[in-house]
């Protein structure tokens, strides 16, 4: 079966994660707001304010962060819905910060603070989806942090505020390449080293040569996986609930393959790919499916059991290694290293 979800938990899920993760439409990414440039503006006073404390995150003051700088990343359902600054928000998990930046994930629950039961809800997903997210994150139903930075409700806001605790950079809606460019700039990120040359390795047909026109991924699988173990699939996957089937995607292997079977968007993207392991073989079947690959785990440095997602770009580089964990932002940093795109969540 694979699970629909229902419209409260639909509204629920689009407050707490961004677009990147798969909410939103990627074909509406450029539909945004009139207001979608890039704008600086310095608040009258340093900012106040707070983010409540919600599951294991503690209250932060807006006024104790002065000193250094500061991100805040906001998300609503109707930025969501609209799949805005999904380019942003990988290069935002791609970038590497300065030290002393403090960064948080904000979901704007204000339009929904009177819904009954919602709250209660969107703090239940929270909390499950909070490690899978780079920078910690809050809701902010009551307008706690949001109305003293200046937020408006429903387009996608980047705000930073600088050490004197000054709004120093505002971006709203959809982020163009100059637009990115520009928020780099003012949180000083820098772009990650270019990968390594991919070292010498053959999986089935797949070498160095055969991957060098569109790249090719490869997920190593460490244990046996059933493909009735596997939640999101249209036939014979996971029946369980939910519940079950979030406990199901906590293991290694079965959220590698259900990701890559269910979540990235192969077309019109010819990549080429193989699972490498004990697993179902009808699974993708355009991918090769080999038993064990000795050599090309040597080769990737991974130790027999691992369990581990690798991709090789267009230009021979080995553009992605992680092995046992999988948070969603590293699963769009592989998906983004070969060029594919996210398939937006059922509704």
Known sequence: MRARLSPLFVIAACVAIGPSHGCGDASKNSDGPAQDSTVNDA????????????????QVDLASLRGAPALFVVEGRESMEKGQSKDLKLALDRWSYPSNLRGFVVADGRPYRFIPGLKDMAGEFLNAMRPELRLPMYADFQGDALNPLGVESGAFELVVVDARGMVAHRHRGDAEAEDIEAIRLALGASEPPPPPAAPAFKIGVLDNAACGDHGCIFVFLGTRVERSEIP?????????????????????????????????????????????????????????????????REAFGLAPDTTALVTVDPQGRMAFLAEESFPFWRLGQARESVGLRDIPWER
Do not use: C
């Open 43 to 58: 608040a009258p006073a340093p900012v106040g304010g707070s983010l409540p404390a919600q599951g294991d995150l503690p």
């Open 232 to 296: 999101g699939l249209k036939s014979g996957g996971f029946e369980g609930s939910r519940e079950e089937a979030f406990a199901m995607l906590k293991k290694a292997p079965i959220r590698l393959l259900s990701q890559v079977a269910t979540r990235w968007d192969y077309e019109p993207t010819p990549i080429r790919g193989a699972i490498i392991g004990d697993g179902p073989s009808d699974l993708l079947p355009a991918w090769q499916h080999v038993p064990a690959a000795k050599e090309a």
